[in-house]
């Protein structure tokens, strides 16, 4: 089965701190993809970034980056000195890619993060 | 870039209604696919769309939902009979290859009274 946990329901941080926000995923399948969605609260998805299960690199993109860890099914992300406009949910997301896979997306239960000021 | 295309951005509707969710894919991918999220709660996976016929769908979408694919373009979300539980918001999603990042709508919001 496949499941996304993001044990972190809210968290709050004082601007130019840095956070990191947790996902650990469950599936069976040894080929899927790990995402990062961001939602303001416009409402929109907007995507951040996508992990192939092959590639453990970490990835950074300017104050962003991703932790990958297939040894604990772990793909956790950090803002480095965090802005106002990072408060947003995040989502952490799964898609399995193994043959007869749909490609749909199996999300956790996001992470509401507040930068203060 | 092209975008995915959802309207409308809100919809209110009677309970017991029957509700079309509308959403004009990006134009050369080939699945789609519908997700919903109840107000503050994760987004979940209705159902995925391919070669005109549904290729997965959730315990969530029961008989009282449907999906068509009627002129090529369009993707839309048929809600038979609708209940206050259905009031969320519904994203859909499309890609031209299943392995690629899903671009996504910005949401029609459907609040039902």
């Known amino acids: 089965a496949q499941k996304v946990t993001q044990a972190q329901t809210e968290i709050s941080v004082v601007e130019k701190e840095d956070v990191t926000l947790d996902c650990v995923y469950e599936?069976?399948?040894?080929?899927?993809?790990l995402f990062w969605y961001k939602q303001p609260p416009s409402g929109e998805l907007v995507f951040l970034i996508r992990?192939?299960?092959?590639?453990?690199q970490n990835e950074i993109s300017g104050r962003y980056s991703w932790n990958f860890q297939k040894s604990t099914s772990s793909f956790n992300f950090t803002i480095t000195a965090s802005q106002v406009v990072d408060s947003a949910v995040y989502f952490c997301?799964?898609?399995?890619?193994?043959?007869?896979?749909?490609?749909?997306?199996?999300f956790g239960q996001g992470t509401t993060l507040q930068v203060k000021p | 870039e092209p975008e995915v295309t959802q309207t409308p951005s809100h919809q209110v509707t009677q309970m017991g209604q029957e509700v079309i969710l509308r959403c004009v894919p990006i134009?050369?991918?080939?699945?789609f696919y519908w997700y919903r999220q109840i107000l503050g709660q994760k987004v979940e996976f209705l159902v995925s769309?391919?070669?005109?016929?549904?290729?997965?769908k959730s315990e969530i979408f029961d008989d009282q939902f449907s999906v068509e694919r009627p002129d090529g373009s369009n993707f839309t979300l048929k809600i038979r009979s609708t209940k206050l539980e259905d009031s969320a918001m519904y994203f859909c999603?499309?890609?031209?290859?299943?392995?690629?990042?899903?671009?996504f709508g910005d949401g029609t919001r459907l609040s039902i009274l």
């Open positions: 997301a799964l898609s399995e890619s193994g043959s007869g896979n749909t490609g749909k997306l199996i």
């Open positions: 769309f391919y070669n005109n016929e549904i290729s997965e």
């Open positions: 599936t069976r399948d040894t080929t899927y993809y």
């Open positions: 134009s050369n991918h080939l699945y």
């Open positions: 992990r192939n299960s092959f590639d453990e």
């Open positions: 999603a499309s890609l031209r290859d299943r392995n690629q990042p899903q671009h």
